[in-house]
């Protein structure tokens, strides 16, 4: 089993910034595709970004295509998210995911196996 924590998320203005990182409590065969989600206040859960753990080889949502940088620290287990630019419609809860695929990157949250508790980030208008 693997557990994964988020945090970093608060509420920050419009063109601001922030950096959300992901725990994971280990690294195995399970979690070499790693992504970030978000959940929009009333809409449903939606991909954001994803990341290859053995090549670095990474995804993103067209909406968040350079602003976002999702990341990977070998040497500490973490996932990044460093967000850039931020407009009000990336307000939402983010959710840290692994997926026990090894090799291809799916934008669909019904792959992924693992979860984070999710955390909040807000932009003001």
């Known amino acids: 089993q693997v557990q994964l924590v988020e945090s970093g998320g608060g509420l920050v203005q419009t063109g601001g910034s922030l950096r959300l990182s992901c725990a994971a409590s280990?690294?195995?065969?399970?979690?070499?595709?790693m992504g970030w989600f978000r959940q929009p206040p009333g809409k449903a859960r939606e991909f954001v970004a994803a990341i290859r753990w053995s090549d670095g080889y990474t995804n993103y949502a067209a909406s968040v295509k350079g602003r976002f940088t999702i990341s990977r620290d070998n040497a500490k287990n973490t996932l990044s998210l460093q967000m850039n630019s931020l407009k009000p419609e990336d307000t939402g809860v983010y959710y840290c995911?692994?997926?026990?695929?090894?090799?291809?990157?799916?934008?669909?949250?019904?792959?992924?196996?693992?979860w984070g508790q999710g955390t909040q980030v807000t932009v003001s208008s």
């Open positions: 280990r690294r195995t065969f399970s979690t070499n595709i």
């Open positions: 995911a692994a997926d026990s695929e090894p090799f291809a990157l799916s934008t669909e949250d019904d792959d992924y196996d693992y």
